[in-house]
């Protein structure tokens, strides 16, 4: 693939399945990716955790893509991922918590949502009108690989539409956004499959806003002090992503189940001799890592038109757990007439 004959804006807007290609981070995609996001288009690109959908955070008009591109119904604020930590200096303040958390944690399954430098060069939508600002160091080596080439913050949520479970594969992003944007990044299934952990740290107290891979109790550790989960006001929510319903398949998900109905699909856990087409177990071995890797893509698999709900049997709520029961306690709330989806 010649790169230097590659012309964004010669791409049609997204029109169809068709019109999105998936090219591999080996084969000029990287470049292809780098080149398409500085002329302010909207890219899906690997991170170890799902899938994002990326933009150039200092520009308004390709911020406001994203959310055009996913459907959204209302803006909520973005991460902004940077390729290192001193790259996020330019437009949030850390503190010594931020700088202890930065030290061991990042690159990595970690957000820090910080105070927004006055003049951050970041578009104002991106923080959706707060005075803060929420920053990750991916450490997938096709991110990193990309962030650099980009040399811009690059403001991405997951590379879902609004409402559906997050991507874990180049795959789901092709099923759920084919079409209506120009590139995905394809680098492998994201290895840790939930999203990154959330820590508000504008507050006097470290609040966790999104539970994920990196543990609450690993958090208070490295700040030696104690992390408060954040109470899910759904009526004021921190963080949109704590509005009840969320990562929702169609499907209705019915929560410490023993046994599947017959019109309903069964999410097993551990040594489970219930194996068929509406079954799927996130990991025989009863391992929370591999589980948390194959939560995603199995809720996808399960949400067939012919299921009425999915049955999921008790998860164990230690380490990433935790993380699991979180994201299926999202998917089984009652849905809102408005989602608030990320
Ligand atoms: O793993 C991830 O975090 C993925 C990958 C692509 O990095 N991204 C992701 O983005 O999950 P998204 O937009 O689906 O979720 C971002 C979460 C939301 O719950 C959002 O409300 C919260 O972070 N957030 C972002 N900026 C914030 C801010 N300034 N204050 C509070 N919460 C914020
Ligand atoms: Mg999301």
């Given amino acids: 693939m010649d790169d230097t004959a590659f012309d964004p804006a010669a791409l049609p807007e997204a029109a169809n399945e068709d019109r999105t290609a998936l090219v591999g981070a080996g084969t000029g995609g990287i470049a292809r990716a780098a080149e398409l996001l500085r002329a302010g288009r909207v890219v899906a690109f690997p991170t170890e955790t799902v899938y994002g959908l990326g933009a150039d955070a200092t520009d308004d008009r390709a911020v406001a893509a994203i959310f055009e591109a996913k459907g959204r119904p209302r803006f909520n604020p973005l991460i902004v991922h940077v390729a290192e930590t001193a790259a996020a200096e330019a437009f949030a303040v850390p503190d010594d918590r931020a700088h202890r958390l930065a030290e061991t944690l990042w690159p990595g399954p970690l957000t820090l949502v910080l105070p927004r430098r006055a003049d951050a060069p970041v578009s104002l939508l991106v923080s959706a009108g707060l005075d803060t600002v929420a920053i990750r160091v991916p450490a997938h080596p096709v991110a990193q690989a990309l962030l650099r080439a980009v040399g811009r913050p690059v403001a991405a949520p997951s590379a879902n539409r609004s409402g559906e479970v997050s991507p874990t594969t180049a795959q789901h992003v092709l099923e759920s956004l084919g079409g209506r944007i120009p590139l995905i990044l394809a680098g492998g299934k994201a290895e840790v499959g939930l999203e990154s952990t959330v820590v508000d740290l504008t507050g006097p107290r470290p609040l966790l806003l999104r539970p994920g891979a990196v543990t609450r109790e690993t958090l208070a550790d490295l700040l030696g002090e104690p992390v408060d ?29 023993r046994d599947a109905a017959p019109d309903e699909a069964l999410l097993t856990f551990g040594p489970d001799l219930r194996k068929g087409p509406r079954v799927e177990n996130l990991s025989e071995a009863g391992d929370l890592v591999e589980a948390a890797a194959n939560l995603f893509a199995a809720l996808r698999r399960l949400d067939r038109p012919d299921v009425a709900a999915i049955a999921v049997v008790p998860i164990p709520d230690e380490d990433l757990g935790a993380a699991i029961n979180d994201r299926l306690r999202r998917a089984a709330a009652p849905r809102p007439e408005q989602p608030g989806t990320t």
């Fill in 229 to 257: 989960a954040a109470a899910g006001d759904p009526e004021r929510p921190t963080a949109p992503g704590q509005l009840t319903s969320h990562y929702a398949p169609r499907a209705r998900v019915r929560l410490a189940a």
